[in-house]
């Protein structure tokens, strides 16, 4: 029912909107009349909206009621437009029959005769609806010329605002992007989601056309861009959305402004409630639009909110989905990083998986460099010489204890913070991570589907099989095994 | 912000509903006016409902509009009750920094303190309030052996209708209903979703508190119980609900149906759209609801509508939601007996995935028995004496022509409606079917995400590694390699 969407143009006074509603009576279980009585145009007049009603079939009607509507000045308009589904059907018209299904050979044959439209050919088209569109194609033509002219026009006279214009639609990121990044993130051991909040700062002046908000989460969210203004009714001149709590509209919102060419948008909210988006989100994945999710309070270590808001099953079912990339970051670096690979990659969007806690800053071995994070998973430790062939993998706030762990244990440990990006590395640079024949175990606080592709069928996952608990996440940490001496052991009997 | 339920419980008349609407102006974000403006009791009035207005600190004003909103016969009542977040803060109220974070102990005092009340103790209960509660507490007694008392009369004089309360109440399923659902699945190639339907007549001959619907797709989601009815406004004797294109308020539903400890509800969509209804089902699968959800056109081979429509990452993200138990059945035998597993528990939800398109009736070898189906896996066909340690796992519709390569290789095939149940059998069960150092392959028409937990990190699984296509079930199957030619040869490559 679009319900979010339509309390925010409402709200924001969006009065370039013309909504037309098929108004048939029909759904597919029979009329709607089954299941639905709502007074329509009251629920959008409840909303802010200019509301008008027509037949739908009556274009003198339509046209009129779509010059009122674009006349409302800052208010949307609703065309109620009362249509018959399968108009002029003799057996279908009004009936759920022609909803899901076409009409048939026959049915079509008799709907023209009743018409009094020509039966053959097939797909007749009258000669003045050829004139018509040759007609319209030459005005529009020369409309589009005229536009042309004036653009020119505007750019001769305004070269800074042409060169903004420029740079929103250059998509392509500004060259050094990563290492400004990495370097906004800083080296102070924070939660990632304040670690996100200070490299969106740096992003958005390097970025123009990155605009976002939150689903009312913000301050927890940490995705307000400082002195950037709101985005309010009349005020668009601003950078950050309100959304309210409508995770599905931002989502959807999200991907009208990506698809606008100029803008690069985010959305935040908890990564539990990224299940109200996630139709959006498959749809920025299937159209490849560049949209970043901030997702933070990202496992049961969000502690007293309990069970509902603790994420298990949300880091799997978004890695299910084509084609969207998900970033666990451990770190200020690895923020910096997947922050820069999301604002890099133009062809689909990226989640942000982000703690709520305060995670350590990370030490890396001599070799590492920062690039080696667009590999999805790097060496953090080296195992001793001698050491048994074995890995431990982590993502975010579970590589710190793992990573100890192996120290202590003498061998390798990874740290994953996109495991798409990283599988879809050539298998030279996987075995140079995963040594061929080294047994893989992986610390990860949430369910484990899908990471028995690295550790096999027996192989060891440190993860949750249920459901999370209340409490705070010190003690959750003890009550689902993740501290890191109980790491440690369940990695040393591994090891045998 | 509730609006499909708020829809359908004006639409049905739900007069026993009373909605107190906590108008406190304040979001996380700021206050509420950032991103919502609209007329709240405008749009309730839209949906059929009775509203009124109340000060939410007047108790003497809440009342009386509590006692109005009961009188209001058969519309549902919402009562805005303007509040002040933190009422009596003198630093606090109004403002949003009490909306997700406590006082703290010197706002409490000084909140005390402004009001006129004790300092100490902490927690401070005035005699009053004690003698109020003992006194309500002997009435409320005496009320509840009053309905005791009435309700033993009432099952003395409608001996029928008692028994008829005691079927509801009771939880356990009749004796004979995975025998009883077996059969009535009959022997026929039908869609699994059409045998769901035939299965589902038998159910609730079986079971008299079996009730539900579809999310307006019922003559798709063969969700309809014959001559059972449509629940309407004061129309709810019947069984058939028909929730309108409402996924989301259809699963919040069918959870409190199944709190009711008398009914046990079952909603229909199409698997795709399960992502609308996800939160709802995890709340299912969080408090351990008997809930079934059927949801149909489980695959790309749903055809024409395309990308859109067709299921990629469903499977795997609905696995991944712990205590739900997830069900893609073959045929009719596997159909019948994931309808009668589904309802046989008690202590969570199931999803059963059905396939738009015909699949064929399997062949089963002599060995074979009903019951293996409870095991989540079984052998369909056996392997040849001396035939390689391999082999192949399907599920649904890629199931028969796993098996016909199967049998032509000489290889196992082992049909796996529900790998969940699988993993859960002992360690002995599963050996069983899968032998221990046998080479294991999946063949699943959706993403693989899950499946190396059985075939180990290089092994093979047939699946979709990216979004559908619109085009005839008979093309897609070429186009993504799952005929049974294309099938064979992977096998036959696999094997070597």
Same mark, same amino acid.
């Given at each position: ?30 009329? !709607? ?18 509301? =008008? ?16 509507? *674009? ?36 049915? #079509? ?59 929103? &639609? $250059? ?17 102070? /051991?924070?939660? =990632? ?5 200070? %490299? ?22 940490? !995705? ?47 990564? %539990? ?6 139709? /959006?989100?498959?749809?920025?994945? +299937? ?8 997702? $933070? ?10 069970? !509902?808001?603790?994420?298990?099953? &949300? ?10 990339? #998900?970033?666990?970051? *451990?770190?200020?670096?690895? $923020? ?13 969007? =990226? ?9 350590? %800053? ?17 060496? +953090? ?8 062939? /074995?890995?431990?993998?982590? $993502? ?8 100890? *762990? ?76 993740? !501290?890191?001496?109980?790491?440690? /052991? ?7």
């Amino acid at each position: 029912m679009a319900a979010e969407a339509a309390s925010l143009a409402g709200h924001l006074r969006l009065g370039n909107l013309i909504f037309l509603y098929d108004d048939n009576h029909i759904s597919i279980e029979g009329p !709607t009349a089954l299941a639905f009585s709502e007074d329509v145009p009251r629920r959008f007049e409840a909303c802010g909206w200019w509301v =008008t009603r027509a037949d739908g079939h009556d274009r003198e009607a339509v046209s009129r009621s779509l010059e009122q509507a *674009a006349a409302q000045g800052d208010r949307p308009a609703l065309i109620c437009a009362r249509t018959h589904i399968g108009f002029g059907s003799p057996a279908k018209q009004d009936r759920e029959s022609c909803h899901g299904a076409p009409l048939g050979a026959d049915e #079509v044959r008799a709907t023209k005769a009743a018409r009094g439209w020509p039966l053959e050919p097939a797909f007749h088209v009258p000669p003045e609806v050829r004139r018509l569109l040759e007609h319209r194609k030459a005005e529009r033509a020369a409309a589009s010329r005229a536009w042309d002219e004036r653009f020119a026009a505007w750019r001769a006279r305004n070269p800074d605002r042409a060169a903004l214009w420029d740079r929103l &639609h $250059t998509a392509a990121p500004p060259a050094g992007l990563f290492e400004e990044l990495v370097a906004a993130a800083g080296h102070e /051991a924070q939660a =990632t989601r304040a670690l996100s909040g200070k %490299v969106l700062q740096r992003a958005a002046a390097l970025l123009p056309g990155l605009v976002g908000g939150s689903a009312d989460l913000g301050p927890s969210n940490n !995705t307000e861009l400082k002195g950037a203004g709101s985005v309010g009714p009349g005020s668009f001149g601003a950078r950050n959305l309100h959304f309210g709590v409508r995770e599905h509209a931002m989502g959807a919102i999200m991907n009208g402004l990506a698809l606008s060419g100029a803008l690069v948008p985010y959305g935040g909210t908890f990564l %539990v409630f990224a299940d109200y988006m996630r139709p /959006a989100m498959r749809m920025a994945a +299937l159209m490849g639009l560049r949209a970043v999710y901030v997702l $933070t309070h990202d496992s049961i270590f969000l502690g007293e909110d309990g069970p !509902t808001h603790q994420p298990i099953e &949300h880091l799997a079912s978004l890695r299910a989905i084509p084609n969207l990339r #998900v970033f666990r970051p *451990a770190d200020p670096l690895e $923020t910096g990083a997947a922050w820069a690979l999301a604002l890099e990659r133009l062809d689909g969007p =990226t989640a942000l998986v982000l703690s709520r806690q305060k995670l350590p %800053v990370l030490e890396r071995p001599a070799a590492f460099q920062p690039e080696h994070v667009r590999r999805g998973g790097y060496v +953090l430790v080296e195992e001793r010489p001698g050491a048994p062939a /074995a890995v431990v993998v982590a $993502t975010g706030s579970e590589v710190a204890p793992a990573a100890a *762990a192996a120290r202590a244990l003498g061998i390798r440990a990874v740290s994953m913070p996109s495991v798409e990006l990283f599988l879809a590395q050539p298998a030279g640079e996987r075995a140079a991570v995963l040594p061929p024949g080294a047994r893989v175990a992986v610390v990860e606080a949430s369910r484990d589907l899908g990471w028995h592709r690295l550790v096999g069928p027996d192989g060891l996952v440190v993860g949750m099989q249920g459901f999370g608990a209340s409490g705070p996440a010190e003690a959750l940490a003890e009550h689902f095994g993740f !501290t890191q001496a109980q790491i440690h /052991a369940r990695l040393a009997a591994w090891l045998g």
